[in-house]
């Protein structure tokens, strides 16, 4: 079973690393993305996101003639699909990229192709993927109506990596490879073993589909807990960081940091595909989520008691005059990704609710999201932050601001969601 040349569709925060490994395989690998920015930063041997060492992988790549993006699909043996599957408004899974992935290489299929759907999907989605391609192709058999013989093989292989550990993770991980069928599984795992370094564990596509959820969704009921204890000690002046600690001592017991809520694609995302194809069964999924989902609202109050505060002691300034800067906007430390965080709703929030300036610290991106731009938030240097702000919020906690305890200035209210300045 021959994987000459790799198909990798949507060169993002998985697609792109991805493609970078088999390419150090040597793999021929065509990147496939439908913005023309990405895939020409890419064949200039660049990377148009942060993670640690991919830069240098990519240049690699690229310059040995490995590895080269394109905004259409070509022939390939394998082919990848590692695009966003968000939600819509009510929660409902947004399949839309991924069917426009399908229709987009259902074209240049060929007999004997592996299709595999890496992006993060309800169960169900990699069955519907292969409804999608048959549809486009009636010439090409599929798993669905020819089990084991279908020309076409397809599984669901969702990834398990750690943004700015991406490229390590990729190798080292077990991975899990859900296939149609049988066949499917073991031609999937092929495939991996070009580079996974772990275990390649064969299942079918809806338990690994529901896999990912489930890390997911224990993770984010685990969160909920530790954010919800943060509500309560501060209703009940209780240090929250030295309950968890002393608690922590305890042999069975490990309670997460509590923060301004949860970000990123998979755990802010996830546990809602569960909820919405089981919505009666999913109790305390759909708890964990609506926790983690008001923290930010939470944090956005005890900003508002905090300006109420500095105004009252300074009752010759009016709300216009009140500067609040945001330590971080990545959903997690250390990383430029800004899906689903909780401290850009915070900073756009409270564009709307204050006439205040509003500056952000974020030492991970050169400029602002147009539509913190357009709120008129300020990206600004921690010194500038200190120097200017009334109201100082931590709400990621960057290496940078780990490293040191920030000096601040008499009558600067300070709220720390991570625990790190106390």
């Given at each position: ?6 198909s990798v569709?949507?060169l993002?925060?998985?697609g792109l690393p991805?493609?970078?490994v ?6 021929k ?5 439908i ?7 890419i064949n200039r041997?660049?990377i148009?996101?942060?993670?640690p ?23 390939a043996d394998?082919f990848l699909?590692a695009?966003?599957t ?12 991924i ?12 007999k004997g ?5 890496e992006?993060?999907?309800p ?6 993927m ?16 020819h089990?084991?013989?279908s020309?076409?093989?397809?599984a ?18 077990d ?18 073993k070009?580079f996974?370094?772990?275990?390649c ?11 990912k959820?489930?890390?997911n ?12 204890l943060?509500?309560i ?5 209780i ?7 002393l ?7 490990n309670?997460?940091q509590?923060?301004p809520?949860?970000?990123?694609h998979?755990?802010?995302v ?7 194809q089981?919505?009666e ?7 964990a989520?609506?926790?983690?989902d ?9 900003i ?19 500067s609040?800067?945001c ?7 250390d ?33 602002l ?14 010194e500038?932050?200190l120097?200017?702000?009334n109201?100082?919020v931590?709400?990621?906690?960057h290496?940078?601001f ?5 000096a ?5 209210y300070?709220?720390d969601?991570k625990?790190?300045?106390?």
């Amino acid at each position: 079973m021959q994987f000459n040349t790799v198909s990798v569709v949507g060169l993002g925060y998985i697609g792109l690393p991805t493609a970078a490994v088999f390419a150090s395989r040597k793999k021929k690998v065509i990147g496939v993305d439908i913005s023309q920015h990405a895939v020409s930063t890419i064949n200039r041997g660049e990377i148009h996101i942060v993670e640690p060492d991919l830069d240098m992988l990519v240049h690699a790549a690229v310059t040995e003639g490995y590895l080269r993006a394109t905004t259409s699909p070509e022939p390939a043996d394998a082919f990848l699909i590692a695009v966003p599957t968000p939600f819509k408004g009510n929660h409902e899974p947004d399949l839309s990229y991924i069917e426009a992935a399908s229709r987009a290489i259902a074209p240049v299929l060929a007999k004997g192709n592996l299709v595999i759907l890496e992006s993060t999907s309800p169960v169900g989605a990699t069955e519907a993927m292969a409804a999608w391609l048959a549809e486009v192709r009636p010439d090409l058999s599929f798993p669905q109506s020819h089990g084991e013989s279908s020309d076409i093989r397809i599984a669901h292989c969702p990834e398990r990596v750690l943004p700015g550990h991406v490229l390590r993770e990729l190798v080292e991980n077990d991975r899990i490879i859900g296939g149609m069928t049988r066949d499917c599984s073991e031609a999937a795992a092929v495939l991996y073993k070009t580079f996974v370094e772990g275990e390649c564990i064969i299942t079918d596509a809806r338990t690994a589909e529901m896999c990912k959820l489930t890390e997911n969704s224990f993770r984010d009921v685990n969160i909920a807990f530790a954010n919800e204890l943060s509500i309560i000690c501060d209703k009940l002046d209780i240090n929250v960081w030295e309950l968890v600690r002393l608690a922590n001592r305890h042999p069975r017991v490990n309670i997460l940091q509590p923060g301004p809520g949860v970000g990123g694609h998979c755990i802010a995302v996830d546990p809602w595909f569960i909820v919405s194809q089981a919505p009666e069964q999913a109790r305390l999924i759909r708890t964990a989520r609506e926790v983690n989902d008001s923290k930010p609202q939470w944090v956005i109050e005890k900003i508002k008691l905090a300006v109420a505060e500095y105004l009252q002691a300074n009752p010759t300034k009016t709300a216009a005059e009140v500067s609040i800067a945001c330590f971080g906007l990545a959903f997690k430390p250390d990383i430029d990704d800004l899906r689903e965080s909780p401290a850009v709703g915070i900073a756009l929030a409270l564009t709307e609710q204050f006439a205040a300036r509003i500056l952000a610290v974020e030492p991970n991106i050169g400029s602002l999201p147009p539509k913190l731009q357009a709120a008129g938030v300020q990206l600004v240097s921690q010194e500038a932050a200190l120097e200017n702000a009334n109201v100082v919020v931590l709400l990621v906690d960057h290496e940078q601001f780990r490293s040191t305890k920030p000096a601040f200035a008499a009558g600067q209210y300070v709220i720390d969601t991570k625990g790190i300045w106390g």
